[in-house]
């Protein structure tokens, strides 16, 4: 489709096809970025779920957290999906010691805080943002927001057992950041949405 916002994949480990298709199906020009090079070529970026220690070691490895962490301060809209909010997030709780992020997005995230019991599970819940109708969200050892930032809007939140709920989506700016795999479900509405924030933004 011509006019479609060029938007990379980060490809260092995770489900990054997933994301590609999900990306070309809502309008976008989508590939996977593996090099700084890649980086440069694209507008915006998708950080996909995967394992968020893995990320970075490789991206310390790669040499490309240092670009990342360049084209996110020079303002390039990024969105962060599970491992990818990690990514993404300022501050990181049961984090490994040597665990780096991109950062950026002033929120406080817990690794794997749905524990151990419920380590995958669906929910339909309300996002800010997409319109009425509930979105299943897949939470696959997930993180969540426990802290956010005055600039920093929640979009989605989860109940928990306990009858409290956490936060598991936000939006600061041009990042976007959710606890679930919406690459996962056929729903492009928040591939969308971020479509939406990359036009708003470039
Ligand atoms: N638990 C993983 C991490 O901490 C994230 C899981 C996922 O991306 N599905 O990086």
Excluded: K
């Excluded at 929120?107 to 819940?125: H, K, Y």
């Excluded at 939140?157 to 996962?184: N, W």
């Excluded at 509405?189 to 924030?197: C, K, L």
Aim: proline share 5%; charged share 25%.
């Amino acid at each position: 489709m011509t006019g479609g916002p060029r938007i990379g994949v980060l490809a260092l480990q995770g489900d990054v096809r997933e994301h590609v298709r999900a990306l070309e199906d809502s309008g976008a020009h989508a590939r996977p970025v593996g090099s700084a090079a890649e980086l440069d070529s694209v507008e915006a970026l998708v950080i996909p779920g995967g394992e968020s220690t893995t990320m970075s070691l490789l991206a310390v490895r790669d040499g490309l957290l240092e670009p990342l962490r360049a084209a996110r301060t020079a303002g390039m809209p990024m969105y962060g999906s599970c491992a990818g909010m990690i990514m993404l997030a300022d501050r990181v709780l049961d984090a490994r010691p040597d665990q780096q992020t991109i950062g950026g997005l002033d929120v406080t995230v817990r690794r794997n805080a749905f524990g151990r019991q419920v380590d995958s599970f669906e929910a339909d819940i309300e996002v800010d943002g997409i319109g009425d109708e509930a979105f299943p969200a897949v939470f696959i050892r997930a993180p969540w927001v426990e802290a956010v930032g005055e600039s920093v809007r929640v979009l989605a939140r989860v109940d928990l057992a306990d009858g409290a709920d956490t936060i598991v989506a936000v939006a600061q700016g041009p990042l976007l950041a959710t606890s679930f795999h919406p690459e996962l479900t056929g729903d492009l509405r928040i591939h969308e949405m971020f479509i939406g924030i990359v036009r708003q933004y470039s």
